[in-house]
């Protein structure tokens, strides 16, 4: 059974910049893995996804720019490094992992989740 296990989550100010990662165990077939987010009340958002040899890289329009997703397939690790905050990120942000194919900014397309970490920016 996959394991998701997210860190890096903070405080920061706007402006400031976080890096989040996710450590992956339990199964290395994922064909996507990606970052989703989800504020009080909201729906959960697909942020930023990667397909498994890093060809394919898919980033939300709110997050183009700022965001970096990269994948470690040796480490069986996720990262988002994610630049220039505004308080709009703040959000619980979760890692995620498919076994096929599909949209891979939309959670239907996932089957694995972590518990995600906590981002909070202020103004």
């Known amino acids: 059974r996959g394991l998701l296990v997210e860190s890096g989550g903070d405080s920061v100010q706007a402006g400031g910049s976080l890096r989040l990662s996710c450590v992956a165990s339990?199964?290395?077939?994922?064909?996507?893995m990606g970052w989703f987010r989800q504020a009080p009340g909201e729906e959960r958002e697909g942020v930023a996804a990667i397909s498994l040899g890093s060809a394919g890289i898919y980033y939300a329009d709110s997050v183009k720019g700022r965001f970096t997703v990269s994948r470690d397939n040796v480490r069986n690790t996720l990262y988002l490094q994610m630049n220039s905050l505004k308080p709009e990120d703040t959000a619980m942000y979760y890692c995620?992992?498919?076994?096929?194919?599909?949209?891979?900014?939309?959670?239907?397309?996932?089957?694995?989740w972590g518990q995600g970490t906590q981002v909070t920016v202020s103004s």
């Open positions: 339990g199964y290395t077939d994922s064909y996507y």
């Open positions: 995620a992992g498919s076994r096929l194919s599909g949209n891979p900014l939309r959670a239907n397309t996932y089957v694995y």
